[in-house]
């Protein structure tokens, strides 16, 4: 588990309204447990994500292990304000600014 302060982002990452919220990628699996956790508790707090599949996609799963020293682990988040590797809601509460 990591968390960075420098924000990194996939290529095909696109942004919402920074003015309310940070951008947040969400680099998952479709049968991760914790991938659907973590999407149930964004969707919660009505929090925008985009979701991408590192199973179909090379390139953001290449992404995704970069930021966990080559290993890949789901679900992942990147935002303006840094990473998260598994869910962790404490650490996305800092990164989003949320209350926990």
């Excluded at 951008?23 to 999407?39: F, Q």
């Excluded at 979701?51 to 799963?61: P, T």
């Excluded at 966990?68 to 590797?85: I, K, Y």
Aim: aromatic fraction near 8%.
């Amino acid at each position: 588990m990591s968390g960075g302060s420098t924000p990194t982002k996939h290529p095909d990452a696109k942004g919402t309204d920074m003015t309310e919220t940070p951008t947040l990628t969400v680099y998952c699996r479709t049968w991760c447990p914790d991938c659907h956790r973590a999407k149930d508790w964004l969707d919660e707090r009505g929090v925008p994500y985009l979701e991408i599949d590192v199973d179909q996609d090379a390139e953001a799963r290449s992404f995704a292990e970069s930021l966990n020293e080559g290993r890949l682990h789901t679900p992942t988040f990147v935002c303006d304000a840094g990473t998260c590797v598994d869910f962790r809601p404490d650490r996305l509460c800092e990164l989003l600014g949320l209350e926990q």
